[in-house]
């Protein structure tokens, strides 16, 4: 029985990546298909940076043909993000592309995010069934900014917070789009964009 997921829709799945991290990406759908149930149908939304090679679109075609149960959508993306400054060396400019997904997938009430550096050892179903009606966002706290406490405080005065207990890794994400576009979040994003902190890929 535990072979087989009692969820009945498609779950929208996004992963967002440019052309430099196409193979993680790879590496990522792969794990989410081969570990889905039977009865488990994801639709895979993928925000792409414009740099995304045709040799790529290529590989993401031939996957979709090994695991046909599955959909993949992709979605290119513009410029928008390409001059904000980056602290980190290991992150992108299609970081912030999430940000976005409220507008993008306006006909979406609920997806999970995730990031492509990410291996998925088990069905998502459960996952995206968590209730989050109430709530913009469901995640894993980022321990590493709670110990030792000098970083919680650090972290609380670089973002102007009191309080870091809901400061959670944005690499795995339950995302409420509806909630987000009531009280359209999409535009405060873009501007909270502006202050350029310097843990980008984190949300709170």
Known sequence: MDKISVYNESIPIVLASDNCYAFPLFVTLASLFSTANQNTVYDIHLLLHKDFSKENFQRLYELSEIYPNHKIYTHIMGNEYDNIEIHISHVRSATFFRLELSQILNDVDKCIYLDVDTVVCQDLSELFRLN?????????????????????????????????????????????????????????????????????????
């Not at 709670?146 to 809901?166: E, M």
């Not at 509806?178 to 359209?184: D, W």
């Open 132 to 204: 989050i009606d109430d709530k913009y966002i469901a995640g894993v706290r980022a321990a590493a900014y709670y110990y030792p406490k000098y970083r919680a405080g650090k972290k609380c005065s670089t973002l102007g917070i009191s309080d870091i207990s809901f400061y959670v890794n944005a690499g795995v994400l339950v995302m409420n789009l509806k909630k987000m576009r009531e009280n359209k979040l999409a535009e405060v994003f873009k501007d909270l964009v502006k202050f350029n902190v310097d843990i980008l890929d984190m949300e709170f």
